[in-house]
């Protein structure tokens, strides 16, 4: 009888999933099946060793992979309680909830609210406001930076010269200091509090440290290599008793270091778990062996890494193009002229291809020459859902309605839509607050019933929001998500506020306003019994890839980082030239390998197709400059590998080339293409000879390969470069 937990894995899979307790490294390589893998191990301990789902801690890093496991665990073993019981989902949310249930013991509220980035930033302004110090001196987002490192390695105000030397320092404490009170007051907590906060209670509170390690039996992490200092000391706390961790990762994929990530924590896994069982996952099931080949050469060239090789049962596919123009308009413009073809002569969905660059101001020039050709495309990781204005407006209401201590939410309602309130009345209202150490809110309340502090429109404006915050409290405590949106939103008349709905911006933003109402009503499906709390708090820790939605038939545009954890058939990586890729600011500061890292994690999405790009030279600040071709391009095979100028391209047949599996005849069979004959005598007559190339220079043919249209020349120019041309296109011209 098929056992859907045990069958269909290869070996390692296989003695990964069933291995016995006790401390579990898998190094799981790229595509190799680690999803499968973690979730069938959940599903084995469930079913084969008796674990409750209680039982299991299981971390992972965006709210999508989370659902994604559970999803599977569930398919696996049965019963929809299961997914309300499993524990699977992010370090962030896994805390959160640790702390709703423990907050006292750390002298926080049940009830605190989590500040997303764009709070962060807003309390960050706010404080430097009240403590004086302009934009000028030191830029709020720079502040916020420093803020959230001194967190990740558990530091105090007054401990902000560890993580920098800077002439700012003390004002950097100051800001740090105040930001902690104004959101403490805000009965509020930030992302990196949330584990923070959980470390701090299992370190001052070893009671509650040990109820968590009988409840938690068996501690899974997803993406092993992306841990920070924090989550790597709170899994440790939690295995700790019994040491039954098992951890996924791939130390080729460490690329988050600017964010805390940091490689050691998966290399020197042994020396915390000295007893600890190491499995390698190095079959790949995504890419074409030519990819594969590609990838792996290039990163063997890093010395951090365990001595595994990628295999792969695929066949070798096409080879992998190198597209050079020469300049960054000529890339982009090929770019998107293969781009068309793939999608008309190769049938591939423009949802199969994605554009990746290392910063994201390169996708300009990508995206004017996609709309150019009318190609549809979206930038992940730009304005997300959640982020647009008039979405954090209605959320912010909700906030209140659900906290009114929340100080952060409720300035930015107060006045939104206008009630009246001048900055003068709130500024004297914000010291009132502060003088007495109470929320703003408590304030305004009593505003509202005594006539105190503020007198006019201010007075009026505030006893009706106050009027209205209280309406819709008491609202929504036997009434839905949904119809209190729907309230709050009629009863504000913020659609109104927006202006005529004629105008396309306005309409636009209405539309956005609905759609919220339809995330509402799928969430409260997903979750009957979810209060306003529990869906705040999932909104706030919502990860930007996960608005990337299967349904849009688009090309997808973003930077190397946000493509970590995604393929699709097709991969473009653009701007492959010195100083962009590797990143000129990351090689001075001695992250080359890491930047190896970027580059082959965008290469190992690709399933089917990869292409690399770079140019001849680039405008910078106005004048054109020399732009070198990336030094990972120079570490690429020989083989497998086909260098194409942009200038001398056939982008229909580079098209049809990306649908061949690489075997012998294959692109002939294509049907749109001449049958061709082999590579003539003349062909073959120019090995060994000098050429003349007009923008390469002179060298020499060392090899021909392939037949017919597809025969290619390895050259080997004067200045030792290896560059392949197509016969039909090189135009070389025979010295002597």
């Keep these: 009888m098929p056992d859907p937990i045990l069958d269909n894995l290869n070996p390692e899979q296989l003695e990964a999933v069933t291995a016995p307790d006790g401390p579990l490294l898998i190094v799981a390589g790229a595509g190799s099946g680690k999803t499968r893998v973690i ?66 013991a750390l002298g926080l509220p049940n009830n605190f609210i989590i500040c997303d980035e764009r709070d962060q930033l807003s309390a960050v302004k706010h404080v430097m406001r009240e403590l004086g110090i302009k934009d000028t001196e030191v830029k709020p987002s720079y502040a916020q930076e420093i803020i959230n490192r001194c967190k990740l390695n558990m530091l105090e105000p007054e401990e902000v010269g560890q993580v920098i030397e800077s002439r700012h320092e003390q004002t950097l404490a100051a800001i740090y200091e105040a930001y902690q009170k104004y959101i403490r007051a805000s009965h509020a907590l930030d992302f990196e509090d949330l584990i923070w906060m959980t470390v701090r209670l299992f370190q001052e509170h070893p009671e509650i440290l040990e109820r968590y390690q009988q409840r938690y039996r068996q501690v899974l992490v997803d993406e092993y290599q992306d841990i920070n200092a924090t989550q790597f000391l709170l899994v440790r706390l939690l295995a700790a008793g019994h040491h039954n961790i098992a951890v996924v990762g791939d130390e080729d994929q460490t690329i988050y270091s600017w964010r805390g990530a940091d490689i050691a924590h998966l290399l020197e896994f042994e020396k915390y778990f000295p007893e600890r069982r190491i499995i390698h996952l190095e079959q790949n ?161 009593e505003v509202a019933t005594s006539g105190q502090l503020v007198s006019g429109t201010a007075a009026t404006g505030i006893q009706r929001f106050v009027q209205s915050i209280e309406t819709w409290r008491e609202f929504a405590h036997n009434h839905s998500i949904l119809e209190l949106y729907e309230k709050i939103r009629r009863e504000s008349e913020y659609d109104a506020s927006l202006g005529d709905p004629a105008q396309l911006e306005v309409r636009s933003r209405l539309e956005h306003l609905d759609e919220l109402a339809n995330a509402i009503t799928q969430f409260e499906l997903s979750q009957p019994k979810a209060t306003l709390a529990d869906y705040l708090e999932n909104v706030s820790l919502v990860n930007p890839t996960d608005d990337l939605r299967d349904t849009q038939n688009a090309v997808a545009m973003m930077t190397l980082h946000m493509a970590k954890g995604l393929e699709f058939r097709v991969v473009f990586i653009v701007g492959c030239s010195e100083g962009l890729l590797p990143y000129r600011r990351s090689q001075e500061e001695g992250r080359t390998e890491e930047e190896r890292r970027l580059m082959y994690v965008g290469m190992t999405r690709a399933r089917d197709f990869l292409v690399l790009c770079h140019c001849d030279s680039r405008a910078v600040y106005g004048e054109r400059q020399f732009s070198p071709a990336s030094l990972f391009l120079s570490e690429l095979p020989t083989s497998g590998v086909l260098h194409v100028r942009a200038e001398q391209a056939s982008f229909r047949e580079l098209a049809l080339l990306a649908n061949s599996d690489g075997s012998s005849g294959e692109i002939a069979t294509q049907g749109e293409l001449e049958e061709a004959p082999t590579s003539s005598p003349r062909s073959q007559g120019l090995l060994g000879r000098r050429v003349r190339h007009a923008l390469l220079g002179e060298g020499e043919i060392i090899g021909i390969e392939g037949s017919g249209r597809q025969t290619t020349y390895l050259l080997r120019l004067d200045d030792g470069q290896l560059v392949r041309l197509l016969a039909r296109h090189a135009q070389l011209e025979v010295c002597g």
């Design 39 to 104: 979730t069938r191990r959940i599903a084995y301990l469930l079913r084969d060793r008796h674990y409750q789902p209680w039982q299991i801690f299981a971390a992972t890093f965006t709210n999508k992979a989370a659902e994604e496991m559970k999803n599977r665990v569930v398919q696996l073993v049965g019963g929809r309680q299961l997914a309300h019981e499993l524990p699977i989902a992010t370090f962030h949310s896994l805390c959160a909830r640790i702390l709703r249930r423990e907050a006292p």
């Design 285 to 445: 099931y995504r890419s074409k062996a030519n990819i594969l080949r590609a990838a792996s050469t290039l990163i063997a060239n890093n010395r951090l890494r365990f001595n595994k090789t990628l295999r792969t049962e695929a066949p070798p596919g096409p080879p992998v193009v190198v597209l050079s123009a020469e300049t960054e308009y000529g890339e982009a413009e090929a770019v998107a002229h293969l781009v068309a073809a793939l999608h008309r002569h190769a049938s591939f969905q423009y949802k199969d291809i994605a554009i990746f660059y290392r910063i994201a101001a390169l996708s300009r020039v990508y995206e004017e020459k996609l709309r150019e050709l009318n190609i549809p495309h979206r930038v992940v990781g730009g304005v997300r859902f959640y982020d647009r204005a008039e979405i954090k407006d209605m959320l912010a209401y909700l906030q209140v309605v659900q906290n009114p201590a929340n100080t952060i939410a409720l300035l930015r309602i107060i006045n939104c839509p206008k009630r009246g309130i001048g900055d003068k009345s709130l500024e004297r209202l914000l010291d009132e607050a502060r003088r007495r150490g109470v929320p703003l809110y408590e304030v305004l309340r």
